[in-house]
Nanobody
Framework: QVQVVESGGGLVQAGGSLRLSCTAS????????MAWFRQAPGNDREAVSC????????DYADSVKGRFTISRDNAKNTLYLHMNSLKPEDTAMYYC????????????????????WGQGTQVTVSS
């Protein structure tokens, strides 16, 4: 059973930075694409960023392009999200998930391989 644990969230002022981490178990980490999602109160969960299993390809939501960077350390089974120039609208619970790859690993997707979600990590950006 795939399990993920997110960490690194917190309260930060607008313009600040945070680095989120996600550790995964129950899967062969370096065989899977990974992605970050977020959900603000009253909103649906939305895709933020994804990365292929080898880390060679990434994708970002338009709202975070140029501010967020996704990365992974396969030796540590850990996924990261580096968030810079944070805005109040980035306030949300952030989740990670293992996701499907497309075109034989050339692209990542935002389609989770498991229905299980972690508890997430809260990011709050004050204005």
């Amino acid at each position: 059973q795939v399990q993920v644990v997110e960490s690194g969230g917190g309260l930060v002022q607008a313009g600040g930075s945070l680095r989120l981490s996600c550790t995964a178990s129950g899967l062969t980490f370096d065989d899977e694409a990974m992605a970050w999602f977020r959900q603000a109160p009253g909103n649906d969960r939305e895709a933020v960023s994804c990365i292929t299993s080898g880390g060679t390809s990434t994708d970002y939501a338009d709202s975070v392009k140029g501010r967020f960077t996704i990365s992974r350390d396969n030796a540590k089974n850990t996924l990261y999200l580096h968030m810079n120039s944070l805005k109040p609208e980035d306030t949300a619970m952030y989740y990670c998930a293992a996701t499907l790859e497309a075109y034989r690993g050339k692209f990542c997707t935002f389609r989770p391989i498991s229905a299980n979600w972690g508890q997430g990590t809260q990011v709050t950006v004050s204005s």
